[in-house]
């Protein structure tokens, strides 16, 4: 069975602060797709990133960076120097073969000024 | 380009009446999904189109749910009966193939009352 988790419910950080977001997947496919999707309060899904199974490379982007760990099946998103828009619901999904995403149950990041 | 559509954008129907939500993917995207998001919760998948193959229906709660789709073009979401259980922001998303990067649809705020 493919499971997604994301033990941390909510987190609060005064601006400017980094703050990662921990996710962890259980899958028996060999390939697999992993995502985090941002969902604001306007509640729209905003899709951030897509890493295949096979690189483990991290990768940054801007103030958003992400580590990819398949011996510990993590795959961690860190914010650098917070910010009040940062403010959102983070969402992080795994696909297997059918390309259907299983989804952790979020957590609700709140950057206070 | 234009994103993933759907309507209506809240609907309220009495129990035991039925809806239909519509999903109109971006153009050109072969999957579909049907996601279901009750409040404070992550998302659930319903059900799955790719091209003419045969859909994924795993996802769906019961035979009260059903779901089409027209070639490559819009889908609907039938939900007869409706119980207050159904209650739920009801998520489309498409992609240009299976395991690529889903794009949500703003999603149908449904409350059975």
């Known amino acids: 069975a493919q499971k997604v988790t994301q033990a941390q419910t909510e987190i609060s950080v005064v601006e400017k602060e980094d703050v990662t977001l921990d996710c962890v997947y259980e899958?028996?496919?060999?390939?697999?797709?992993l995502f985090w999707y941002k969902q604001p309060p306007s509640g729209e899904l905003v899709f951030l990133i897509r890493?295949?199974?096979?690189?483990?490379q991290n990768e940054i982007s801007g103030r958003y960076s992400w580590n990819f760990q398949k011996s510990t099946s993590s795959f961690n998103f860190t914010i650098t120097a917070s910010q009040v828009v940062d403010s959102a619901v983070y969402f992080c999904?795994?696909?297997?073969?059918?390309?259907?995403?299983?989804f952790g149950q979020g957590t609700t990041l709140q950057v206070k000024p | 380009g234009a994103g993933v559509s759907q309507s209506p954008s809240n609907k309220v129907t009495e129990k035991g009446k039925d809806v239909e939500l519509r999903c109109d993917p971006i153009?050109?995207?072969?999957?579909l999904y049907w996601y279901r998001q009750r409040l404070g919760q992550g998302l659930e998948f319903l059900i799955y189109?790719?091209?003419?193959?045969?859909?994924?229906k795993s996802g769906l709660p019961s035979d009260r749910f059903s779901a089409e789709r027209t070639g490559e073009s819009v889908s609907t979401l039938t939900i007869q009966r409706t119980q207050q259980e159904d209650s739920a922001v009801y998520l489309c998303?498409?992609?240009?193939?299976?395991?690529?990067?889903?794009?949500f649809g703003p999603g149908t705020r449904l409350t059975v009352t």
């Open positions: 998303a498409s992609s240009l193939v299976r395991r690529d990067e889903q794009y």
């Open positions: 899958t028996r496919d060999t390939t697999y797709y």
């Open positions: 890493r295949n199974s096979f690189d483990e």
């Open positions: 999904a795994l696909s297997g073969n059918t390309g259907k995403l299983i």
């Open positions: 153009s050109g995207h072969t999957a």
């Open positions: 189109f790719q091209g003419n193959s045969a859909p994924d």
